[in-house]
């Protein structure tokens, strides 16, 4: 589904994202961990579309040249974020501005747009994935929402777009431990076989509730290890700076490599 | 950045109203005279003591001098380059019934999206249809009179309420107020009269609908609704005008007088011709508005959505002379390309625990100018007086601009005012969040500037609200980076 192929990204002339090569195939969770600053959320920005960095390398997504494609193109075509930071939108309200989003997504898959009759029966039916309250639906986007209720508010958004390929970025960051469980059965619970899924985070206390597939560990801007989920349990142990000094040994051992 | 290159692309701003209907009218020669006026005031008939008025206006309006202390810039206006009066003549004379309108103008109305016939889309409110200086029709006028209501076009209320007009004209805005209401009271032709007696609750909302049609014609229309005590109204006005290269001058006064309880509501929304993008043709809104919460408890709130014309500038306000009696003031003010608005209101606390609300919000796109001047006036005799202002600006772009001037003088040391203002530039990562759910720039944009705008919105009559929505999304097409 996503084959990303010597990514490189840089942001007012730094380098963030230094040649990261990731397969992902339908029906795959892979997490993506690494220290603050390693450029994970970077890749997440990246395959969204954010313009303001200077992107080269390759990037198919279901055999499209994910590069070419405007943020909106991605998102119609089955790409779904879960920012890690999510932004309000004083005055436009919750259910408004969700509806507007599926509609132009299903507008793409050639169905029927959802008036807001139809759209609420299916908004109430995934709330519940997330326990959400149906007062949130009458707020404006995400103003006032605490961060708990803002990433609850971002997978409340995904299992209504029914994305291909959805990245959660650092979603767990500020949910206390009953906010993480209930995110994480959302998340469970959108697991399929169609679709594919982009774990970042910086703790491995996700992966106890999300339990993934691959496990990649990107730092300096490269993927340095990829493993199974005890890869993640290892991290835990030992933390990302025995890592790193590892990571940096036996790069610098491999021939051809160059720092 | 591509958001910028997008959203340039998208500069082709189509303005709908634009089209010109071929009328055959009947018009007075070019340029401003007293001889002029007599003749305004003959063809309408009038009484010899309107007529003396209008004299004193423009007399006193040639010692007057063109005010310029406003936010925006313009070359000057020839007063004598300007048609004073023109009117379609109809082809029964003088139509007294809406049967009778000429079926051209009915179409124009049509066009536009408005209907002249009693059943239909606009069922619920009465409208009076203005085209360049006279009244074409007002609708549900039976309806209202069996209520004691009077809804009717400014010219037949001097003809056939001469006392109430007589009583009131000019003692909210006096006819030498200032530059361009003092020339109004000199030249108006025509606009909208409404009076609700004591104790009645207008059944329908009233409109005036301004249409200007024909070239080289400035418009000067006068509106005077009172509300007697216990009375309520809501009103509202929309206006539209062809495109053209030269810019038409619109002076307009409106008077609204608020006795004891009284309520009035006046919404506008007002789409003149903007101009085209590098600021050609377009529409001088000139234009004075004034309440008086007359009465104790009365209450006077103004809503306006301003997204047309090339420079705008208006101050719609209010005289809270009534002990108790509330103010409002809501406004969206939108300019794009070369648009540039100065407007805002003045609050005249005189009675006692007298409260006014200021909401303003402006949005400034491509090279658009967008000012707020505001006066809160608390006097000596305001005990208790209450004022809130909420000034917001929004810029889309780098090349606008956002300009703020609030005036604040307070007698009373019993009084509260508060002022609060925020400038902000519509946010890159609110759009990239938009796009990134699949909602496209020019979706997005409107999006986050309706929800800039909507507790302003949510103040319109329903009816309205969607289409002030709808406007504010194609005005601003294009507009941002």
């Given at each position: ?220 801007g490269r993927i340095v290890r990829s493993g199974d989920k005890d890869l993640a349990l290892e991290l835990e142990k030992h933390g ?20 | ?481």
């Amino acid at each position: 589904m996503l084959d990303i192929k010597n990514l490189h990204a840089k942001v007012e002339g730094q380098e963030i994202l230094r040649g990261i090569d990731l397969r992902v195939n339908a029906g795959e969770v892979h997490a993506i961990m690494g220290p603050n600053g390693s450029g994970k959320s970077t890749l997440a920005q990246v395959l969204a579309g954010r313009e303001a960095y200077d992107v080269t390398g390759e990037v198919l997504y279901e055999g499209r040249n994910l590069l070419a494609m405007s943020p909106e193109e991605r998102a119609v075509a089955g790409i779904f974020v879960a920012f890690q930071y999510p932004v309000e939108i004083p005055g436009v309200g919750n259910l408004y501005f969700l509806r507007t989003a599926l509609n132009a997504v299903r507008k793409q898959r050639g169905l029927e747009e959802l008036d807001a009759m139809d759209f609420l029966v299916v908004a109430k039916e995934r709330m519940k994935l997330v326990e959400m309250d149906q007062s949130f639906m009458n707020r404006s986007v995400n103003e006032g929402f605490s961060g708990g209720e803002k990433k609850r508010n971002e997978i409340f958004q995904m299992a209504v777009l029914e994305p291909k390929l959805a990245i959660l970025d650092e979603t767990d960051s500020g949910l206390d431990i009953d906010a993480l469980r209930v995110v994480a059965a959302g998340v469970n619970a959108l697991r399929s076989k169609d679709r594919a899924m982009l774990v970042i985070t910086h703790y491995q206390r996700l992966l106890d509730y999300i339990v993934p597939d691959r496990v990649h560990v990107i730092a300096n801007g490269r993927i340095v290890r990829s493993g199974d989920k005890d890869l993640a349990l290892e991290l835990e142990k030992h933390g990302y700076a025995d890592l790193d000094q590892k990571a940096v040994a036996r790069m610098s051992l491999t021939p051809g490599a160059t720092a | 950045m591509t958001t910028l290159a997008e959203m340039r692309e998208l500069t082709t701003r189509e303005y709908k109203y634009g089209f010109v209907t071929d009328l055959e009218t009947d018009a007075v020669p070019r340029g401003l005279s007293e001889d002029v006026i007599r003749i305004i005031s003959a063809k309408k008939n009038e009484p010899e003591w309107l007529l003396d008025w209008r004299l004193k206006a423009y007399r006193h309006w040639l010692t007057m001098e063109e005010p310029r202390w406003q936010n925006a810039h313009y070359g000057p206006i020839d007063y004598q380059d300007i048609i004073y009066y023109s009117a379609h003549k109809p082809k029964v004379a003088g139509p007294k019934s809406l049967d009778e309108v000429d079926p051209e103008v009915l179409a124009m109305f049509n066009k536009l999206g408005i209907s002249l016939a009693e059943q239909g889309r606009l069922s619920g409110i009465a409208v009076d249809a203005i085209v360049d200086s006279v009244s074409v029709g007002t609708t549900f006028k039976k309806k209202l009179a069996e209520v004691g209501v009077i809804f009717c076009s400014f010219s037949e209320g001097v003809q056939d309420h001469p006392d109430l007009i007589k009583k009131y004209l000019g003692s909210v805005v006096p006819y030498s107020d200032n530059y361009f209401a003092t020339l109004n009271s000199a030249v108006f032709t025509d606009g909208s009269f409404c009076f609700i007696p004591k104790g009645v609750r207008c059944p329908m909302e009233l409109s005036t609908y301004f249409r200007i049609n024909a070239a080289d014609t400035g418009q000067f229309e006068r509106t005077l609704i009172v509300a007697e005590d216990a009375a309520y109204v809501s009103y509202l006005e929309g206006c539209t005008a062809p495109m053209r290269d030269k810019n038409q001058l619109h002076a307009a006064v409106v008077e609204l007088v608020a006795l004891e309880g009284a309520q009035i509501k006046y919404s506008t929304v007002q789409n003149w011709y903007p101009g085209d993008k590098d600021g050609k043709g377009g529409i001088y809104n000139f234009v004075t508005k004034r309440g008086k919460c007359a009465g104790a408890n009365s209450k006077i709130s103004w809503t306006q959505v301003e997204t047309g014309s090339a420079i705008t500038w208006k101050y719609p306000s209010v005289i809270l002379q009534g002990d108790n009696s509330v103010g409002e003031f809501y406004s969206v003010a939108l300019t794009n390309n070369r648009q540039q608005a100065d407007t805002g209101t003045k609050m005249i606390h005189i009675g006692k625990n007298t409260r006014s609300t200021i909401l303003s919000k402006g949005i400034s796109a491509g090279h658009g100018q967008n000012t707020y001047r505001g006066l809160v006036k608390i006097m000596k005799s305001a005990a208790g007086a209450r004022n809130h202002t909420q000034c917001d600006s929004m810029l889309l772009g780098e090349e606008c601009g956002a300009h703020t001037f609030p005036y604040i003088e307070v007698k009373n040391p019993t009084a509260k005012v508060e002022h609060e203002a925020s400038t902000s530039k519509i946010g890159e990562d609110q759009l990239f969040y938009c796009r990134q759910r699949g909602i496209p720039v020019e979706d997005a944009v409107s999006m986050i500037v309706n929800g800039f705008c909507r507790e302003v919105f949510k103040k319109l009559p329903m009816e309205f609200a969607a289409e002030a929505q709808k406007l504010l999304g194609i005005s601003l097409e294009g507009s941002v980076g």
